[in-house]
């Protein structure tokens, strides 16, 4: 067992857990934030996506003692009370999404490329985003949402 200490979507977090609880188990079991989905269990599909430390985790890979002292953001922290971040809103107008597995991970992800990129072209879109699996959209909505998104950040 190990106590850690992390902020999760801006809030501290004290609890012990099991030295080999995975980040997800920890999001999803232990503290109840079920937006974080787990896909294929071995880190290629991206729906377990996260931000640790502001850089997209698999966190169907990640132990949760590794977020020790560290923030972890999840799909719940992004919105600020009733008003969905961009990106949320733009995944919805632009239907990024169908069956919503994908869609938390696919977000983070695209948050950590905005982060990284405020303006990427759709061929660094594509490439940042390669490890998010999508069986439903084909990627073109995504793709959209997600330049929609970033074009939002420049308007006044």
Not at 60 to 65: K, N, P, Q, S, T
Not at 120 to 144: D, S, V
Request: charged share 20%; aromatic share 6%.
């Amino acid at each position: 067992m190990k106590n850690i200490q992390v902020r999760v979507n801006g809030h501290p977090v004290a609890r012990e857990i099991p030295d080999h609880r995975l980040l997800v188990d920890f999001l999803r079991y232990d503290l109840g934030l079920t937006g974080t989905k787990e896909g294929c269990s071995v880190g290629v599909c991206g729906a377990c996506t996260v931000l640790l430390n502001g850089q997209p985790v698999s966190s169907c890979l990640a132990l949760a003692v590794m977020a020790d002292g560290g923030e972890v953001t999840t799909i719940e922290g992004l919105a600020e009370g009733d008003r969905l971040h961009p990106l949320q809103q733009a995944f919805i107008d632009y239907g990024g999404f169908q069956c919503g597995v994908c869609t938390p991970g696919q977000i983070m992800a695209s948050k950590a490329l905005l982060d990284a990129n405020p303006h990427p072209t759709p061929a660094q879109i594509k490439e940042w985003m390669m490890g998010n699996l999508c069986r439903c959209t084909g990627y073109y909505k995504i793709i959209e949402a997600i330049q929609a998104a970033a074009a939002e950040k420049t308007e006044p």
